[in-house]
């Protein structure tokens, strides 16, 4: 028994224990958390139940632990670790292409990652890459459905092959029997009312970039004359929303230095109405000042914990709303193989750049060592040692093998992983610290709902 493959943890008026190889989470008393973190410790049966007796009746402690053999039993505690397999880039069918329709952008927000993305000799996907990716993945083996998503830049900057693209996907898809949705990344400021009524008529997922307070996002989504986005992007993303109420969407901001009080983010975007949203920490480059720094771990805490009040209070009000990394399904989550082959970039997914190269995803583009070929070519796909490097990196991390998050986080983000460290040596603490944070109130929300 190692704690390893073990997770007890306390949150609010709530003790967990979370099974890492079976996925399967129990809320435990007092007596059943001391013992099952005495066992843990690597204490004998006799030890533990000496130990406890001097604080438990004796038939407490037995009952608990008849509880905690019966679990382990039915392998929901205690459980055998996986078995390791990972037949190679080339065995995972693609399920997923991130399209780089525009690798231009109408505004030059500080933190985005591409913003060196407009010194690029194609900065718009011609049609004609957009429909070889759409062949390339309708003929991957991968059972019925396909998933294409537009990003940027600005997608919207290419809007004429957008349109393009999503009837033809549309098209050779029902010939060969194939469910296909669409997603796009969005800053909003190009919805016109053309726009909207097609993403709206088409039914595409939308993910809307918006940051919450005025102040906090015109501090960091600018154009390019320095001014902010927020009262247009507000107006057209309400706009946007209203004609499919409310539905089939994410608001997306972003957590830096300058917003650590995030959860004052949540609230106005609430007040507008909005429940589907997401706030993800800031990928940069250390020494940037809006990077943010193991020292602004506690204050996160707090506003994580924060977060969790102001989610239980709307649901008890009756006005629920989706947080989502508070989204965590033990049911149905990852079957057994994802969840040993972690993030699926680079093998279920690829990003193609306007150009046609292929990318284990999209914050890769442009980094021509992770280039793994090109659309256009007649075998598209190349092996590429350093992409497979970025999975082999971190599964023999010893603190990713040991990590209780494992088969919950994906390993982790290579792409930020890159560059935060600077290399794949080791995962960037900060992240790892944070996902465990959000996955924590995730769990707790999973025992509080059931």
């Known amino acids: 028994m190692v704690k390893k493959d073990v997770h007890l943890f306390a949150c609010r008026d709530m003790k967990l224990v979370y099974d890492v190889n079976s996925g399967s989470l129990h809320q435990v008393d007092e007596p059943a958390a001391e013992a099952i973190e005495l066992l843990l410790q690597g204490c004998a049966i006799q030890e533990v139940t000496a130990s406890l007796t001097e604080r438990f009746s004796r038939e407490t402690v037995q009952e608990v632990l008849v509880e905690i053999q019966s679990l382990k039993e039915e392998s929901l505690l205690f459980s055998a670790p996986l078995a390791r397999h990972d037949p190679g880039v080339s065995s995972y069918p693609l399920k997923a292409l991130c399209l780089l329709l525009s ?142 109420d409310y539905r089939n969407y994410y608001i997306r901001g972003t957590i830096t230095k300058h917003n650590l009080d995030f959860s004052r983010d949540v609230e106005p975007l609430l007040k507008q109405g909005f429940d589907s949203l997401s706030l993800e920490p800031v990928v940069a480059s250390p020494g940037e000042d809006y990077a943010l720094e193991a020292a602004d771990l506690p204050q996160m805490e707090r506003e994580y914990e924060r977060l969790l009040d102001l989610f239980l209070d709307h649901q008890a009000a009756g006005k629920p709303f989706l947080f989502y990394h508070f989204l965590v399904d033990l ?52 092996e590429n040692a350093r992409v497979e490097a970025l999975y082999e990196a971190a599964r023999i991390q010893r603190e990713c093998a040991e990590c209780w998050a494992r088969y919950l986080c994906g390993f982790g983000c290579a792409a930020a992983v890159l560059t935060q460290t600077g290399g794949l040596e080791m995962n960037d603490f900060l992240s790892c610290a944070l996902q465990k944070m959000r996955l924590e109130k995730a769990l707790y929300l999973q025992a509080n709902q059931s």
Do not use: W
């Open 103 to 244: 690798q231009d952008c109408n505004l030059s927000c500080r933190y985005c990652f591409a913003r060196d993305e407009k010194t690029r000799d194609v900065l718009l996907m011609p049609l004609e890459v957009g429909r070889r990716a759409v062949d390339f993945l309708l003929e991957s083996d991968s059972g019925r459905h396909r998933e294409i998503d537009f990003f940027g830049g600005e997608p919207l900057l290419n809007f004429p092959v957008f349109k393009e693209i999503v009837a033809y996907a549309k098209k050779e898809a029902r010939a060969r029997g194939i469910e296909l949705t669409f997603t796009l990344t969005t800053n909003a400021l190009l919805c016109t009312e053309e726009i909207v009524g097609f993403l709206n008529r088409e039914a595409i997922s939308v993910v809307l970039s918006l940051d919450g307070r005025p102040a906090v996002h015109d501090a960091m989504r600018q154009d390019s004359r320095g001014r902010g986005s927020y009262r247009s992007a507000l107006q057209n993303i309400r706009r946007l929303l209203e004609e499919r």
């Open 331 to 382: 049911e149905k989550g990852p079957c057994l193989y994802k969840r040993l082959s972690g993030c699926g970039a680079g093998r279920e997914y690829l990003a193609v750049a306007a150009d046609g190269s292929l990318y284990p995803c999209h914050q890769f583009s442009g980094r021509d060592e992770y280039c793994m070929g090109s659309i256009m070519d007649e075998e598209p796909l190349q």
